[in-house]
């Protein structure tokens, strides 16, 4: 049957009210009930508590760890100008040694030189027993052999010896450099700061300058170009110092002399005093660790005595991570990411082989949080046990006591033994009394509900629910009341063998009233229409029978049309109802201007006006009630007929079933859950223009 005519189930009876309001008396503990709500709105409450405060703490972590990372990455920037002066510190030494390489001087070099071969030619020397008048500034300490002097020899060594100033002020500016020197490929290291022969004595047993000398790439010591700065510079591991400084890292610089290898510029870094960089920083939580490229941890924040040795990446890190220490090098990620229960960054340095990670077990951070909302969690147990205690005497008194009474007082009523209402609070008297109303008025409404149940039995049988088989037309309908019965109508049936009657109606209302008088006029139209064939005539008789018995002064809008499915010529007449629309087979959409005549029941002596059209084969013809274009959505617009026109154009290919499904999806769409307040109805032909051979 048409959508929309379906009728809900009949109101329960008096008689099972009464069984189940007596069953509900002898059954419902309320006292026992209202505890056990009690208890779990408790536990609901402790429940969303810890929602709220699970909620707040996932915020708050990530709120924390973002600070946590903006304060590493801020650190960072430090630590990568720190390691990035390292760099310069070699490369300058470079620029300074080839620079003093090029310039004129003096021909028998300057004095501490020339005092140098005096007392120490061929054979070991040092600055030990260097006299007064020769400390003009700051001296290293020349040792190793010199060889029997010869024109590059003796600039090499001037130039060893002036390299002195720039180590002074690279030492005191950074306190990570714990030598600065000058190592030559011809057997000698001038080494700053000065240190006692005894301590350190250039090519004595096995030396790890001497070795680092020789470690640099073959294609440095014997090529003949110069490499960039920043591809020739070496960065050693970290070994014992023989100077006796600890463990160091050595940062070093091929020179190139005359286009001839020489020698390094290098500083050797002290692992100590990065930790004193690291230890300087105030880190809230987790860890923070400099590595070189073969893994070894150059300085961490939390280590509080120096390491004899460096230890691999691998032995420091968490147990769950030891398996990972490669991966967490390898991924450089200046983001935070979550690697097991911890939060790990590792950044990259810009101009060294090392990699700054910062390791942040997450529950760091809760332990952080959780020190700040403890007092708050306390606080909300205490106070909700207490609103617990509270509630409870408070409801047993105001609530639980009189609901017993009000169960007790339905159940009475229910039953029709009438009394007196109990003495109850002043606020518990109009329910009561709302109560004793609402069983009076109980019949009337079972009365009520019987008479809608009959107006939606009526409403079945007189809309039609079989569409004509017949390959010259096809038809469909559809309507949804904004009530439990619809005021609309529509209506079509055959008048002989090629005519088929057509009609959709919109009466002036809703509910009972207005399904009533669209009954009479769906009886009247059926009676008149095969007597008075004619649309106008029809209609004009329709209208005399109904302004007879119309005290109410109901009336109703229509359109009432003959389609002859031989021709395709469709007659109609419209009182008073809205336009229809003609669909074309090329989704091409048009208003059917008529002549409007006056609504049915409403004057004595109205006529109705025929128009008539041709319809092409696959054109359709729209008839509907104001409830489609009038629909509102939440903002109060209507759907209007340019949206009712373009529903129309854009489902055109299709069938009338899937026209008309297309268009109430487009209202109900455009309503959004706004109220209906007026039915939806719409009657859809559709000539095909094809020949039939029955009706």
């Known amino acids: 049957m048409p959508e929309g005519a379906g009728i809900g189930r009949p109101p329960q009876t008096t008689e099972a009210a009464v069984r ?17 709500i009690l208890l779990l709105t408790f536990l609901g409450i402790i429940l969303v508590a810890n929602i709220i405060v699970f909620v707040q703490q996932r915020q708050e972590y990530l709120s924390l760890s973002a600070v946590l990372e903006n304060h590493f990455l801020e650190k960072v920037r430090d630590l990568d100008r720190q390691w990035k002066g390292y760099a310069q510190v070699v490369d300058a030494l470079r620029t300074r040694s080839e620079i003093f390489w090029n310039r004129t001087r003096e021909p028998d070099g300057d004095p501490l030189q020339r005092w140098l071969f005096r007392n120490g030619a061929d054979g070991p020397v040092d600055l030990d027993t260097l006299p007064d008048q020769y400390r003009t500034s700051e001296v290293g300490n020349l040792t190793g052999v010199i060889e029997k002097p010869d024109p590059q020899l003796l600039i090499e060594l001037e130039m060893a010896i002036q390299l002195n ?71 050693s591991d970290v070994y014992p110092d023989p100077a006796g400084a600890g463990p160091i890292i050595t940062v070093s ?13 290098a500083v050797d870094l002290s692992p100590a005093e990065l930790r004193k960089r690291l230890q300087s920083w105030f880190i809230e939580a987790g860890e923070v660790f400099v590595v070189n490229d073969s893994q070894q941890v150059l300085a961490r924040s939390s280590s509080a005595t120096e390491l004899p040795t460096a230890r691999s990446f691998r032995d420091v890190l968490p147990d769950p991570l030891k398996d990972r220490a490669s991966e967490l090098l390898s991924r450089a990620d200046p983001d935070a990411t979550p690697v097991k229960d911890y939060e790990v960054q590792a950044i990259q340095a810009s101009d060294a082989p090392v990699t700054f990670v910062y390791i942040i077990p997450k529950w760091d951070i809760y332990f952080i949080l959780l020190k700040g909302d403890l007092g708050f969690l306390l606080a909300l147990i205490f106070s909700s046990m207490l609103m617990l205690v509270v509630a409870t005497i408070a409801t047993n008194h105001q609530l639980v006591r009189p609901s017993q ?48 149940e009959v107006a939606r039995q009526i409403q079945r049988t007189v809309l039609p629910t079989h569409f004509p088989a017949r390959p010259e037309v096809r038809l469909s309908c559809r309507m949804v009341p904004a009530r439990d019965v619809a005021g609309d109508l529509y209506d079509f049936f055959w008048l002989d063998q090629h005519r088929l009657a057509i009609l959709i109606g919109d009466v002036v209302g809703k509910g009972v009233p207005a399904a009533l008088f669209m009954m009479m006029v769906h009886t009247f139209l059926r009676a008149k229409a095969r007597q008075f064939p004619r649309p106008g ?48 087979p090329d989704g091409a959409v048009s208003v059917v201007h008529d002549v409007g005549g006056t609504p049915l029941g409403m004057v004595d002596g109205a006529s109705y006006a025929e128009s008539r059209m041709t319809l092409p084969a696959g054109a359709s013809l729209l008839l509907y009630t104001d409830g489609i274009t009038e629909a509102f959505d939440p903002a109060g617009e ?11 154009a854009e489902s ?28 939806w109805t719409c009657l859809l032909v559709q000539y095909t223009g094809e020949r039939g051979d029955q009706g």
């Not at 490929?185 to 096995?206: A, E, K, M, Q, T």
């Not at 209507?638 to 129309?648: I, K, T, V, Y």
């Open 20 to 36: 189940a309001n007596a069953a509900a008396v002898k059954t419902v503990d309320l006292v026992a009930g209202h505890r056990r």
């Open 165 to 235: 100033d720039w180590c002074a002020g690279f030492v005191s500016n950074l306190p990570e450099i714990a030598w600065c020197y000058y190592l030559s490929d011809r057997h000698f290291i001038n080494l700053f700061p000065w240190v006692p022969s005894s301590r350190y004595r250039y090519g004595s047993g096995s030396d790890d300058k001497s070795a680092l000398l020789a470690a640099l790439p073959s294609v440095l010591r014997n090529g003949s170009g110069e490499g960039p700065y920043e591809q020739s510079r070496q960065w």
């Open 253 to 265: 610089q091929p020179v190139y002399l005359g286009g001839r290898f020489r020698g390094i510029a």
């Open 405 to 452: 009474q009000l169960l007790e007082f339905i159940s009475r009523e229910s039953r029709n033994e009438g009394g007196n209402l109990p003495m109850v609070a002043p606020n518990w008297q109009p329910c009561f009394e709302s109560i004793r109303l609402a069983f009076a008025a109980h019949t009337g409404m079972v009365a009520l509900q019987q008479e809608l």
């Open 537 to 584: 005539s029809c209609l004009r008789r329709v209208n005399a029978r109904l302004v007879e018995d119309n005290d109410a002064v109901n009336f109703v809008t229509a359109v009432y049309g003959v389609l002859d499915v031989a021709t395709g010529v469709f007659t109609y007449a419209n009182a008073g109802h809205l336009p229809m629309y003609l669909l074309l």
């Open 638 to 648: 209507q759907f209007g007929e340019a949206r009712l026109c373009a529903a129309l």
């Open 652 to 679: 055109h290919a299709l069938g009338p079933d899937a026209i008309l499904d297309e268009v109430f999806s487009a209202v109900g769409k455009f309503k959004a859950g706004a109220p209906q307040g007026d039915d």
